[in-house]
């Protein structure tokens, strides 16, 4: 369950038998074959988000470049850690709002979703932090290669 959003640790299971249109099926296995996912991840994960979406229209999950999939804001490019951050950082939603290109209704969307699920959205924030750190000395060695 590595890609998910409910990748955080190893889950419980239950045993759930459902009866599935053929069609519904079919693209199932096509697409675990093409993500290289086993069926029950990818169903996993899928009805995890669908269920997550069902409770926040305004959130989507975007794959980033490690193939890893994160909370965000539809209609942006914005996971929902970085718009908390930004809240965080400012005087009130609105600011932070507008700071960001967002109306309220946007931002507040995202500070839902957080409340939801506020130890995986913090975890998220602070595997970036990290992997951004990384990346800054990778740089920084790379300048002092180039004098």
């Not at 369950?1 to 069609?23: D, I």
């Not at 269920?51 to 914005?78: D, K, N, V």
């Not at 595997?127 to 180039?146: G, I, M």
Request: glycine share 6%; no cysteine; charged share 35%.
């Amino acid at each position: 369950m590595g890609r998910g959003a409910a990748s955080r640790g190893p889950a419980r299971t239950s045993q759930r038998t459902f009866r599935l249109a053929e069609g519904t099926i079919r693209q199932l296995d096509e697409r675990a074959r093409e993500l290289s996912e086993s069926r029950n991840a990818l169903a996993q994960r899928l009805l995890d988000e669908a269920l997550r979406l069902e409770r926040h229209p305004l959130i989507y999950f975007r794959e980033g470049g490690a193939g890893l999939r994160r909370p965000a804001l539809t209609g942006t490019r914005l996971y929902v850690w970085q718009i908390l951050d930004t809240v965080r950082a400012s005087e009130s939603v609105e600011e932070a709002a507008t700071f960001l290109g967002l109306n309220e209704r946007q931002a507040r969307a995202a500070i839902a979703y957080y409340a939801d699920y506020q130890d995986e959205v913090d975890a998220y924030a602070e595997e970036e932090r990290e992997f951004a750190r990384r990346e800054h000395e990778r740089w920084e060695r790379t300048q002092q290669v180039l004098g």
